[in-house]
């Protein structure tokens, strides 16, 4: 336990100018949440419409995430150079153009074509996150700049429910139950009136989704902030040889804290893309079922997340988050060894409890690796952003692994990665005082 509770009653958790900001900011974590979970369905919904394999399909996080590391670097320029806000306005702008490309990709009806819309998406995404993340630490005290993202992101898993839930009612009943070795032995016209099908209904809740991010985009746009936030979120001239990015990524590389933070990043985002991608797989394979049946477990979990988030939030004002994190990050690990020896129900049970380690793990990572950055938070961010690759690159590897050995020896993979943000956990106590 520490004097944090103590200390952070005694100053305001968000600024009171900025408290409607932060309401509107919380709707966009919401959003981005809803998205990465419909998401994650689309793995199996592609392998079954395009009968691939479990490598294949796995490039549908290889698009989303990958996206994410490329639009993040870009995303910091634009808060430099203008605003948070303007990163904010621009992300949401560029995701509901991913979400509206998902009907010509569903006219098309190819899988390139879904995978450029996704890309695109989260692309909107990484630059909205990117923005978001830092400017909800910088809405109030330094000493409360974690738990305040603690309680930010707690609202994501509302979307992430949301997600998986429009992924259960409107994409996976829609999915035809034909295997793959009927569909092979279909006439031409009768499968693609199947898959014409299954892709409409996979376009539906994304354009759907537009819509929503349109209204969010409008109600941000309108807010005024404060003219002294204003003034602070852009570099003075005088700084900007200081504030360049040459110097300051030469700043960050130096720092410990937040050199080892993007990669305890890279494979936190790697294990909670992973356990969740293949959730489905593993129940089918411990426990058999449709696939819609299956998701009933993932969205367990999500439920769970939801939950945890808020417990989480409450438990860093206590105790110290970096030691929350490393003894999270450890259950995490011991799960995953459970559910790749054990592949029944308590099995699938440990998978849905992972939730619980992966519910502190993000919004810690990353205010415990840019605490006390400053202005260097701008670019920091963005590193920290695109270390979620790691959820393009290592379900590739368990897809594989699935294809090999099967779902259950895979989570060993998600294990190793939650080991690494352990380490880094447990490091931190000693060069960051939280």
Same mark, same amino acid.
């Given at each position: 336990m520490n004097n944090q509770k103590t200390e952070t009653s005694k100053t305001p958790f968000v600024y009171p100018n900025m408290k409607l900001a932060f309401v509107l900011l919380v709707t966009c974590f919401t959003a981005w949440g809803v998205a990465a979970n419909m998401t994650d369905p689309l793995v199996k919904v592609f392998s079954q419409i395009f009968t691939m394999s479990n490598?294949?399909?796995?490039?549908?996080?290889?698009?989303?995430?990958?996206?994410?590391?490329?639009?993040?670097?870009?995303?910091?320029?634009?808060?430099?150079?203008?605003?948070?806000?303007?990163?904010?306005?621009?992300?949401?702008? @560029?995701?509901?153009?991913?979400?509206?490309a998902f009907y010509p990709a569903s006219v098309?009806?190819?899988?390139?074509?879904? @995978?450029?819309?996704?890309?695109?998406?989260?692309?909107?995404?990484?630059?909205?996150?990117?923005?978001?993340?830092?400017?909800?630490?910088?809405?109030?005290?330094?000493?409360?700049?974690?738990?305040? %993202?603690?309680?930010?992101?707690?609202?994501?898993?509302?979307?992430?429910?949301?997600?998986?839930?429009?992924?259960?009612?409107?994409?996976?009943?829609?999915?035809?139950?034909?295997?793959?070795?009927?569909?092979?032995?279909?006439?031409?016209?009768? %499968?693609?009136?199947?898959?014409?099908?299954?892709?409409?209904?996979? #376009?539906?809740?994304?354009?759907?989704?537009?819509?929503f991010l349109i209204i969010i985009w409008i109600m941000i746009a309108l807010v005024k902030l404060p003219k002294s936030e204003k003034v602070a979120e852009k570099v003075d001239p005088a700084d900007k040889q200081y504030y360049g990015f040459i110097a300051t990524l030469g700043r960050l590389i130096k720092l410990p804290n937040y050199r080892w933070g993007v990669v305890a990043q890279f494979f936190n985002v790697a294990g909670q893309t992973c356990t969740w991608t293949f959730t489905i797989q593993y129940v089918q394979e411990a426990m058999g079922g449709s696939a819609t049946h299956a998701s009933d477990y993932l969205q367990y979990s999500l439920m769970i997340? @939801?939950?945890?988030?808020?417990?989480?939030?409450?438990?860093?004002?206590?105790?110290?988050?970096?030691?929350?994190?490393?003894? #999270?990050?450890?259950?995490?690990?011991? @799960?995953?060894?459970?559910?790749?020896?054990?592949?029944?129900?308590?099995?699938?049970?440990?998978?849905?409890?992972?939730?619980?380690?992966?519910?502190? #793990?993000?919004?810690?990572?990353?205010?415990?690796? %840019?605490?006390?950055?400053?202005?260097?938070?701008?670019?920091?961010?963005?590193?920290?952003?695109?270390?979620?690759?790691?959820?393009?690159?290592?379900?590739?590897?368990?897809?594989?692994?699935?294809?090999?050995?099967g779902a259950a020896v895979s989570y060993i993979v998600p294990g190793i990665c939650f080991l690494v943000v352990a380490s880094y956990g447990f490091s931190s106590m000693k060069r960051v005082k939280d």
């Open positions: 490598l294949e399909s796995a490039l549908v996080q290889f698009a989303y995430y990958g996206a994410y590391f490329c639009l993040a670097l870009p995303a910091a320029f634009i808060n430099v150079r203008f605003s948070y806000k303007t990163g904010v306005l621009t992300g949401l702008g @560029l995701a509901t153009l991913g979400a509206l098309s009806m190819t899988y390139g074509a879904f @995978l450029v819309a996704l890309f695109i998406l989260a692309a909107g995404l990484s630059i909205l996150e990117t923005s978001a993340n830092p400017f909800v630490m910088a809405m109030g005290p330094k000493l409360t700049a974690t738990r305040r %993202l603690n309680l930010a992101q707690a609202f994501n898993p509302v979307g992430t429910n949301i997600g998986v839930l429009l992924a259960a009612t409107l994409i996976l009943p829609n999915l035809n139950p034909a295997t793959a070795e009927q569909r092979a032995t279909m006439a031409p016209q009768a %499968l693609y009136a199947i898959q014409q099908l299954e892709l409409d209904a996979v #376009m539906m809740p994304y354009v759907g989704m537009a819509f997340f @939801l939950v945890s988030r808020f417990v989480m939030t409450w438990l860093i004002g206590i105790f110290r988050p970096t030691l929350l994190l490393g003894i #999270m990050a450890l259950l995490g690990t011991a @799960l995953c060894v459970y559910a790749a020896i054990n592949p029944s129900i308590s099995g699938v049970w440990a998978i849905v409890m992972i939730s619980v380690s992966l519910s502190l #793990m993000f919004p810690t990572i990353y205010g415990v690796a %840019l605490n006390g950055l400053g202005k260097d938070a701008k670019f920091g961010s963005a590193g920290l952003v695109m270390a979620i690759l790691g959820g393009a690159i290592m379900p590739v590897v368990q897809g594989g692994v699935i294809d090999s050995y």
